[in-house]
């Protein structure tokens, strides 16, 4: 058994609100650089039901300062059988 990272998606959209806040950008701002019709998504990964695609993810990185790995938040509970 090891341990491998598994995302917090709670902690992680809490994350991307203290991010954009501190970037100085708001809901909408993220919605039209997106150009997302409405700010569903967004609000999804802000309140951790959803989490961005990959693209999108390393572009919210760079709309925020950020990299990719300081947006995401991960802990290491989940136990995995090592296979061989």
Do not use: E, H
């Not at 806040?21 to 993220?30: M, P, Q, T, W």
């Not at 572009?59 to 300081?70: K, R």
């Amino acid at each position: 058994m090891c341990k491998m990272p598994v995302i917090d998606m709670k902690r992680t959209g809490q994350n991307i609100v203290n991010l954009r806040k501190k970037a100085g950008l708001s809901v909408a701002d993220l919605q039209d650089a997106f150009g997302f019709g409405t700010p569903q998504a967004i609000y999804k990964w802000q309140q951790g039901l959803a989490l961005p695609t990959i693209d999108n993810l390393v572009a919210l990185a760079d709309l925020l300062g950020v990299t990719v790995d300081d947006i995401i938040v991960t802990d290491k509970q989940m136990q995995i059988q090592a296979s061989a």
